[in-house]
C-alpha cells in the first residue's frame, strides 16, 4: 500500500536534506534530571527538552553523527537510557531526509529496530538494497507509544518504499509522530540552536556538550568534537539484507 506523502521542501541552501535525531523517553516512567545523569556520564552533546505530553527529548548535536562515548549516536545513546532506566524509550534519526530510522526499548530490552533505506549508511555496500528493514516491529512501537490500536497502520506506513527523490523522510517521520501522539517538533529539530515554533524555546532546553554545561561544556566539547567527527555512527541494521553480490538489474 502506498501513502500519499507532500514532497517537502527541504533546507533553503538546496542541500540535501535534514539530519537530526533524538531520543524519547516516557516521561511517566523517569524525570529529566535522571535522564540528564545519564547523558552527563556518557559526555552526551545535544540538548534536552523539558517534559511534553508525556516525554522527554534529548536532541543530539551532530543528529546523524557521534553524540556521546563509545562512538554513540542517538540510536546508541537511546539503548543506554533504557539499559539504565524502567519504562519506554524511542530513539528516531533522519539522514539527510533519504533514512528513517527508530528503536525501541521497553524495561531495558529492545523490542523493534527499523530503517527505512540500510543502503544510505556511510559505509554501506554496494549490494545492500534499498527497501525498508524492520517494519514488522510496528506494532512493538505502537505500544511502546501507548497506541497498541496504531500498530497495523504504522507498519503500512513503515513499509512503504517512498521516492527520496521527490519525498523527504522528514515528512514519513511526521505522520509516524502525528499518528503515535509522540512530539511533532522532533521534525524541525535541525533548527536548533534557534526557536522551534511548534516546540519548546531554546530557553527551555538544557544544552550539553561533553556531557558539561556552560564554559566547561564549551572547553571539553573542543577536543571531544574533533575526535568524534572523524568517525562515523553504527549503523542502525548491523546486517542489512543484500542482493547477494550481484547487481539486480541482471535478474
Not at 534536552?48 to 534529548?58: E, K, L, Q, T, V
Not at 535541525?190 to 556552560?214: C, H, K, M, Y
Request: glycine content about 12%; charged content about 25%.
Amino acid at each position: 500500500m502506498s501513502f500519499p506523502i507532500a514532497a517537502s521542501s527541504g533546507p533553503a541552501d538546496g542541500s540535501a536534506g535534514y539530519s537530526y535525531g533524538a531520543v524519547l523517553v516516557a516521561s511517566i516512567d523517569t524525570t529529566p534530571d535522571a535522564v540528564a545523569d545519564v547523558l552527563r556520564g556518557i559526555r552526551f552533546t545535544g540538548w534536552i527538552a523539558p517534559p511534553r505530553n508525556g516525554w522527554i527529548a534529548a536532541v543530539g548535536d551532530p543528529g546523524e553523527g557521534i553524540v556521546a562515548d563509545a562512538r554513540s549516536g542517538v540510536i546508541e545513546v537511546g539503548g543506554e537510557i533504557a539499559r539504565r532506566m524502567r519504562g519506554a524509550v524511542i530513539a528516531l534519526r533522519v539522514r539527510r531526509d533519504r533514512q528513517l530510522a527508530i528503536v525501541a526499548w521497553r524495561d531495558g530490552e529492545e523490542i523493534a529496530r527499523y530503517c527505512s533505506d540500510p543502503a544510505q549508511e556511510p559505509d554501506a555496500a554496494r549490494e545492500v538494497l534499498t527497501e525498508p528493514v524492520g517494519a514488522d516491529g510496528a506494532p512493538e512501537i505502537a505500544a511502546a507509544a501507548c497506541r497498541p490500536d496504531a500498530g497495523e497502520l504504522l507498519a503500512e506506513i513503515l513499509d512503504d518504499e517512498i521516492d527520496t527523490d521527490s519525498v523527504f523522510e522528514s515528512e514519513r517521520l511526521r505522520r509516524v509522530l502525528d499518528l503515535l501522539g509522540l512530539p511533532r517538533w522532533i521534525v524541525a529539530a535541525g533548527e536548533l540552536p534557534r526557536d522551534i515554533p511548534t516546540g519548546p524555546r531554546s530557553a527551555e532546553l538544557t544544552r550539553l556538550r561533553a556531557g558539561a554545561t556552560g564554559g566547561a561544556g564549551l572547553l571539553r566539547n573542543v577536543l571531544v568534537g574533533r575526535l568524534r567527527r572523524r568517525k562515523t555512527a553504527p549503523p542502525v541494521i548491523a546486517e542489512p539484507p543484500t542482493s547477494g553480490g550481484f547487481d539486480e538489474w541482471m535478474l
